[in-house]
């Protein structure tokens, strides 16, 4: 009995001590608790922290929506414009080759419809026909898909270099601890507050003008 005894005391004392805040104040005495693994420890004095917990300072989240920005600015459009020709180039080649094989299709199609002589030989000329204008959009679309990503990437590697110092500008202007893509932070809700892409929009407008 005396053993058991000792050991419900010690676990009470143990569940107690696990339970206890790092530091607490029993009539006026300051008496520290064992640290525990099982809780966290608190912040340092003066840490900043997102949650804005009282004494903590806030962080300011700002945000750009960068393609928004990107479509329609000055300096954007004359990135963009070079890709848009590839896409359009790369399009009308397609609907030529679509039309081509449209058309052998439609005259196989129409042979078939026949038993003239020679129209084995003439089909099999259109098959052949077929399977060409079939690898050869298939090698075109992998060509312009590969020329396409590439200028995209220059072109967004371009914008990043014109807009990233104003946007590095703007944030430590209006204090910002930490400025997000809009499209690829996540974000599922915000109050606009934070957005800076129009203000971001007429400084690289008139920094364009400037030029």
């Known amino acids: 009995m005396k053993q058991d005894a000792i050991r419900l005391i010690s676990g009470i004392a143990l569940a107690c001590a696990l339970a206890w805040p ?20 608190p912040p340092p004095v003066g840490a900043k922290s997102i949650l804005g917990r009282p004494g903590d300072r ?7 929506d960068m393609e928004k920005l990107m479509v329609n600015s000055v300096p954007g459009k004359k990135l963009l414009a070079p890709l848009n020709e590839l896409v359009q180039s790369a399009r009308a080649e397609v609907e030529r080759i679509e039309g081509d094989i449209r058309q052998v299709r439609d005259q196989a199609v129409n042979l078939t419809k026949t038993s003239a002589p020679g129209n084995e030989q003439a089909l099999a000329g259109l098959q052949r026909q077929y399977d060409k204008d079939l690898a050869d959009m298939e090698r075109f679309e992998a060509e312009a898909r590969q020329k396409i990503e590439k200028q995209r990437y220059q072109s967004l590697s371009e914008f990043n270099h014109l807009a990233m110092p104003l946007i590095q500008a703007l944030g430590k202007e209006k204090g910002y601890t930490m400025i997000f893509r809009k499209q690829e932070s996540g974000l599922l809700y915000s109050d606009d507050s934070g957005d800076l892409t129009e203000e971001l929009l007429t400084r690289l407008n008139t920094q364009a003008g400037a030029k």
Do not use: H, T, W
Not at 58 to 64: D, F, P, T, Y
């Open 58 to 64: 806030l962080e300011r989240l700002g945000m750009v």
């Open 22 to 41: 790092a530091v607490v104040r029993a009539e006026g005495a300051v008496i520290s608790a064992p640290s525990s693994p099982y809780r966290a420890e």
